[in-house]
């Protein structure tokens, strides 16, 4: 974003208290160098242990990040428990019975809590296990800018309205992702997360037995655990080596292998195909441009300074 001055508008003084401003909201890579230089390694050995143990929650822990941040920023509001006059984002549509990972979140919490007291964000503890769980999977890596702080609200509106849904057209997806800054091709980018993780019968029940842009032998063996009718919580794969982070999500996509509605909108004769078409041959374009696209959503609208708070229980506000 860039910003314009008149030095008839702005005395020297404010010109310079107003750049401070701007510069207090940037995060940085070293925030925690001092204040607790374990911190990373912390969160590293905590994620790698519960990804040993299920395969599932790199995904997991990815889509927690994605799915803070598209709500009113990466600010951990999603973390935040429902009280008897607050109703945050848990139950929102998108997320009930659906978003998973909250206790591995309040594991690395604890560790830092003893180590750190009251220093660590649940924020940039998402934005870093989202990280370290691609990297676990086989993925890319990136430096996660740190320094966001932990909201004191949370918000089921917004939760139920600014996440994309699994059944939406390209349009959609380009304007969700639009509305939130990204491009489309950073949309198609951020899309590749599903290269890992599992998804539920009653997501694509309509693409395997209704839609016409599908393998009918791919959609046949989904058929085997996804039944017309019940099991609506079996999973499958989101691709076809779901427990690895690689780009053949888009593979699959190039024929027609695509698991929800959503996914095989990339390539569907629009807009997309040709950089669908690219990640499938390029796997170290796609890392690369996976890990910039993070980074850019991982500054969506952060609280900084003195905003927000410290959580020291990142289900509850202090």
Same mark, same amino acid.
């Given at each position: 974003?860039?910003?314009?001055?008149?030095?008839?508008?702005?005395?020297?003084?404010?010109?310079?208290?107003?750049?401070? /401003?701007?510069?207090?909201?940037?995060?940085?890579?070293?925030?925690? =160098? =001092?204040? %607790?230089?374990? *911190?990373?390694?912390?969160?590293?050995?905590?994620?790698?242990?519960?990804?040993?143990?299920?395969?599932?929650?790199?995904?997991?822990?990815?889509?927690?990040?994605?799915?803070? %941040?598209?709500?009113?920023?990466?600010?951990?509001?999603?973390?935040?428990?429902? &009280?008897?006059?607050?109703?945050?984002?848990?139950?929102?549509?998108?997320?009930?019975?659906?978003l998973r990972?909250?206790?591995?979140?309040?594991?690395?919490?604890?560790?830092?809590?003893?180590?750190?007291? /009251?220093?660590?964000? %649940?924020a940039d503890?998402?934005?870093? *296990?989202?990280?370290? =769980?691609?990297?676990?999977?086989?993925?890319?890596?990136?430096?996660?800018?740190? /320094?966001?702080?932990?909201?004191? &609200?949370?918000?089921?509106?917004?939760?139920?309205?600014?996440?994309?849904?699994?059944?939406?057209?390209?349009?959609?997806?380009?304007?969700?992702?639009?509305?939130? /800054?990204?491009?489309?091709?950073?949309?198609?980018?951020?899309?590749?997360?599903?290269?890992?993780?599992?998804?539920?019968?009653?997501?694509?029940?309509?693409?395997?037995?209704?839609? &016409?842009?599908?393998?009918?032998?791919?959609?046949?063996?989904?058929?085997?655990n996804c039944?017309?009718?019940?099991?609506?919580?079996?999973? =499958?794969?989101?691709?076809?080596?779901?427990?690895?982070?690689?780009?053949?999500?888009?593979?699959?996509?190039?024929?027609?292998?695509?698991?929800?509605?959503?996914?095989?909108?990339?390539?569907?004769?629009?807009?997309?195909?040709?950089?669908?078409?690219?990640?499938?041959?390029?796997?170290?374009?796609?890392?690369?441009?996976?890990?910039? *696209?993070?980074?850019?959503?991982?500054?969506?609208?952060?609280?900084?300074?003195?905003?927000?708070?410290?959580?020291?229980? %990142?289900?509850? &506000?202090?």
């Open positions: 974003m860039a910003f314009f001055f008149s030095s008839s508008i702005l005395s020297f003084p404010t010109l310079f208290l107003f750049m401070l /401003g701007i510069a207090s909201a940037q995060l940085s890579s070293n925030f925690y =160098s =001092s204040s %607790c230089p374990t *911190a990373l390694s912390i969160i590293q050995g905590a994620v790698s242990a519960a990804v040993s143990k299920e395969n599932r929650m790199g995904a997991s822990l990815l889509r927690l990040h994605f799915h803070d %941040c598209f709500v009113n920023g990466c600010d951990a509001s999603v973390l935040l428990d429902d &009280t008897t006059n607050f109703t945050g984002e848990k139950t929102a549509g998108p997320n009930n019975d659906s990972g909250y206790e591995v979140i309040d594991t690395i919490k604890s560790q830092l809590e003893k180590q750190c007291p /009251g220093v660590v964000s %649940c503890i998402l934005a870093v *296990a989202a990280r370290d =769980s691609v990297v676990k999977l086989g993925g890319t890596t990136w430096t996660v800018p740190l /320094g966001r702080r932990d909201a004191t &609200t949370a918000s089921f509106n917004d939760a139920q309205n600014n996440l994309p849904s699994p059944f939406s057209d390209l349009s959609a997806l380009i304007s969700a992702f639009s509305n939130k /800054g990204f491009t489309a091709p950073e949309m198609v980018t951020l899309s590749g997360g599903h290269t890992i993780g599992q998804v539920k019968c009653s997501i694509i029940r309509t693409r395997i037995y209704n839609e &016409t842009n599908i393998d009918s032998n791919f959609a046949a063996s989904l058929k085997k039944p017309s009718t019940g099991g609506d919580s079996n999973l =499958s794969p989101l691709d076809q080596t779901a427990r690895v982070f690689d780009n053949t999500y888009f593979k699959d996509l190039v024929i027609k292998k695509g698991v929800m509605h959503s996914d095989q909108q990339l390539f569907n004769g629009g807009s997309t195909d040709s950089q669908v078409n690219t990640y499938s041959q390029n796997s170290a374009m796609f890392f690369s441009d996976f890990g910039s *696209a993070m980074i850019k959503m991982g500054n969506l609208s952060p609280l900084t300074g003195s905003n927000g708070e410290i959580r020291t229980n %990142c289900r509850k &506000t202090n």
